[in-house]
């Protein structure tokens, strides 16, 4: 079964710099998807980015982007010009074509000012 | 991006009692939709899948006859808690999809069950 592990319960980021959250997964496909989501307090959850595992480029949101490592089995997300909105439970998740989600367990992010 | 709406956004329920969560597609046809619980502060635990006009798949775990799911239309999925009692309380959210072999899923903005 896919697995999805992000090791950082908490971080904690200065507003207006930069910080970078990390993704592990664990999967035999070759074929996938990765997402980042972001629930603020709403616990409304807001697609942040997604990447497709054929693709090498990275990809990039405005402020948001990815360093996609697929041999590694690594997908972290930068932050960039953090602002105080920014402050939300981050989550990693995997998809296959088709197939429900398996998230990871959830990084809380702490924007100060 | 589509629309998914959750009703009711929080309900409080007397123990014993049975309440209905509706999962509504706005502007796409959900061919299926995802039920999770989200206890505080951790991640979503997929409860089922349901697609359109068949039964839902329970991950492992979860009663079927204490969360009854129906996906009678491809806009509209309910969930049941029937017999609810304290340790049912919790966040509630439903996403959908629109086909079978997209990847994209949408979510409701969650509802809050409280059992007394």
């Known amino acids: 079964a896919q697995t999805v592990t992000q090791s950082q319960p908490e971080m904690s980021v200065q507003e207006a710099e930069t910080v970078t959250l990390s993704c592990t997964y664990d999967?035999?496909?070759?074929?996938?998807?990765l997402f980042w989501y972001k629930q603020p307090p709403s616990r409304q959850m807001i697609l942040v980015i997604r990447?497709?595992?054929?693709?090498?480029q990275n990809a990039t949101e405005n402020r948001f982007s990815v360093n996609f490592q697929k041999a590694a089995k690594s997908f972290s997300l930068k932050i960039s010009d953090s602002q105080l909105g920014d402050a939300a439970m981050y989550f990693c998740a995997y998809n296959e074509y088709g197939n429900k989600l398996v998230f990871g367990a959830g990084t809380i992010l702490r924007v100060k000012s | 991006g589509a629309v998914v709406s959750q009703h009711p956004s929080w309900v409080i329920c007397k123990s014993g009692t049975s309440v209905k969560i509706e999962c509504r597609s706005l502007?796409?046809?959900?061919?299926?939709m995802f039920w999770y619980r989200q206890f505080p502060k951790q991640s979503l635990m997929l409860m089922a899948t349901s697609n359109e006009g068949s039964k839902a798949t329970y991950e492992q775990g979860v009663e079927k006859d204490k969360f009854l799911i129906n996906h009678a239309s491809l806009t509209l999925s309910t969930l049941t808690v029937t017999s609810a009692h304290p340790e049912d309380s919790s966040f509630y959210i439903c996403?959908?999809?629109?086909?079978?072999?997209?990847?994209?899923?949408?979510f409701g903005q969650g509802t809050r069950l409280t059992v007394v």
């Open positions: 999967t035999s496909e070759s074929d996938y998807y």
């Open positions: 990447q497709e595992a054929y693709k090498q």
């Open positions: 996403s959908a999809r629109e086909g079978h072999m997209n990847t994209e899923a949408f």
């Open positions: 502007d796409f046809q959900a061919t299926t």
